[in-house]
Protein backbone atom coordinates (compact mmCIF):
# COMPACT_ATOMS: atom_id res chain seq x y z
CA UNK A 1 0.00 0.00 0.00
CA UNK A 2 2.92 2.05 0.40
CA UNK A 3 3.83 4.23 -2.90
CA UNK A 4 6.07 7.01 -3.87
CA UNK A 5 5.49 8.64 -6.73
CA UNK A 6 7.41 10.56 -8.54
CA UNK A 7 7.47 14.02 -11.26
CA UNK A 8 8.86 16.43 -12.95
CA UNK A 9 11.28 14.63 -15.10
CA UNK A 10 11.33 15.12 -18.92
CA UNK A 11 13.90 16.49 -21.35
CA UNK A 12 16.24 19.67 -20.33
CA UNK A 13 18.53 21.69 -22.25
CA UNK A 14 22.17 21.87 -21.32
CA UNK A 15 22.54 24.68 -18.30
CA UNK A 16 18.64 23.98 -17.22
CA UNK A 17 16.90 23.13 -14.25
CA UNK A 18 14.33 20.79 -13.43
CA UNK A 19 12.30 20.24 -9.93
CA UNK A 20 11.77 16.94 -9.57
CA UNK A 21 8.91 16.04 -7.16
CA UNK A 22 8.11 12.66 -4.84
CA UNK A 23 4.71 12.11 -2.79
CA UNK A 24 4.89 9.50 -0.78
CA UNK A 25 1.37 7.56 0.45
CA UNK A 26 0.09 5.33 1.76
CA UNK A 27 0.25 3.41 5.35
CA UNK A 28 3.59 5.27 6.60
CA UNK A 29 3.08 8.67 8.02
CA UNK A 30 6.92 9.87 7.79
CA UNK A 31 10.12 8.19 6.37
CA UNK A 32 12.86 8.44 8.94
CA UNK A 33 14.88 9.02 5.75
CA UNK A 34 14.07 10.30 1.63
CA UNK A 35 16.11 9.91 -1.03
CA UNK A 36 17.09 10.40 -4.77
CA UNK A 37 19.07 8.14 -6.46
CA UNK A 38 19.95 8.23 -10.19
CA UNK A 39 21.39 5.52 -12.21
CA UNK A 40 22.57 6.28 -16.20
CA UNK A 41 23.22 3.65 -18.74
CA UNK A 42 25.76 1.13 -18.26
CA UNK A 43 26.38 2.49 -14.53
CA UNK A 44 25.52 1.49 -11.11
CA UNK A 45 22.31 3.33 -9.39
CA UNK A 46 23.99 6.35 -7.20
CA UNK A 47 22.76 8.22 -4.50
CA UNK A 48 22.03 11.60 -5.31
CA UNK A 49 20.79 13.63 -2.15
CA UNK A 50 19.14 12.59 0.74
CA UNK A 51 17.50 14.20 3.86
CA UNK A 52 16.25 13.06 7.12
CA UNK A 53 13.54 13.20 9.29
CA UNK A 54 15.17 16.00 11.34
CA UNK A 55 16.97 17.95 8.34
CA UNK A 56 20.19 16.41 7.70
CA UNK A 57 20.88 16.34 3.88
CA UNK A 58 23.53 14.56 2.10
CA UNK A 59 25.08 15.14 -1.28
CA UNK A 60 27.33 13.59 -3.37
CA UNK A 61 30.25 15.27 -3.87
CA UNK A 62 30.29 15.42 -7.71
CA UNK A 63 27.23 17.66 -8.20
CA UNK A 64 29.31 20.60 -6.83
CA UNK A 65 26.17 22.18 -5.55
CA UNK A 66 23.96 22.38 -8.31
CA UNK A 67 21.72 20.33 -6.81
CA UNK A 68 19.39 20.57 -3.77
CA UNK A 69 17.29 18.26 -1.54
CA UNK A 70 14.41 19.44 -0.12
CA UNK A 71 11.35 17.88 2.10
CA UNK A 72 8.19 19.43 3.23
CA UNK A 73 7.24 16.34 6.47
CA UNK A 74 3.64 17.28 6.52
CA UNK A 75 2.88 16.55 2.87
CA UNK A 76 5.74 13.13 2.83
CA UNK A 77 6.93 15.25 -0.36
CA UNK A 78 10.73 15.11 -1.25
CA UNK A 79 11.76 17.27 -3.84
CA UNK A 80 15.21 17.69 -6.10
CA UNK A 81 15.86 21.04 -7.33
CA UNK A 82 18.44 20.32 -10.49
CA UNK A 83 20.00 23.29 -11.45
CA UNK A 84 23.27 23.89 -14.50
CA UNK A 85 22.02 20.39 -16.14
CA UNK A 86 24.77 18.63 -17.82
CA UNK A 87 24.60 16.17 -20.57
CA UNK A 88 26.10 13.49 -17.90
CA UNK A 89 23.42 14.13 -15.62
CA UNK A 90 20.88 12.03 -18.13
CA UNK A 91 19.72 9.11 -15.92
CA UNK A 92 16.83 7.22 -14.31
CA UNK A 93 16.05 9.18 -11.06
CA UNK A 94 14.99 7.11 -8.30
CA UNK A 95 12.81 8.17 -5.48
CA UNK A 96 13.62 6.27 -2.08
CA UNK A 97 12.02 5.78 1.01
CA UNK A 98 13.25 4.56 4.77
CA UNK A 99 11.12 3.19 7.24
CA UNK A 100 12.15 1.01 9.93
CA UNK A 101 14.51 -0.92 8.16
CA UNK A 102 12.40 -1.20 5.28
CA UNK A 103 12.97 0.53 2.05
CA UNK A 104 10.76 1.82 -0.71
CA UNK A 105 11.46 2.67 -4.68
CA UNK A 106 9.60 4.69 -6.75
CA UNK A 107 9.46 3.76 -10.53
CA UNK A 108 11.84 6.18 -11.79
CA UNK A 109 10.97 8.99 -13.28
CA UNK A 110 13.61 9.87 -16.97
CA UNK A 111 15.62 12.84 -17.01
CA UNK A 112 17.18 13.49 -20.34
CA UNK A 113 19.98 16.53 -20.34
CA UNK A 114 20.41 17.53 -24.04
CA UNK A 115 19.96 20.00 -26.87
Known amino acids: QVQLVESGGGLVQPGGSLRLSCAAS????????MAWYRQAPGKQRELVAA???????NYADSLKGRFTISRDNAKNTVYLQMNSLKPEDTAVYYC?????????WGQGTQVTVSS
Open 26 to 33: GSISSFNS
Open 51 to 57: ATIFGSR
Open 96 to 104: RGDYRGDVY
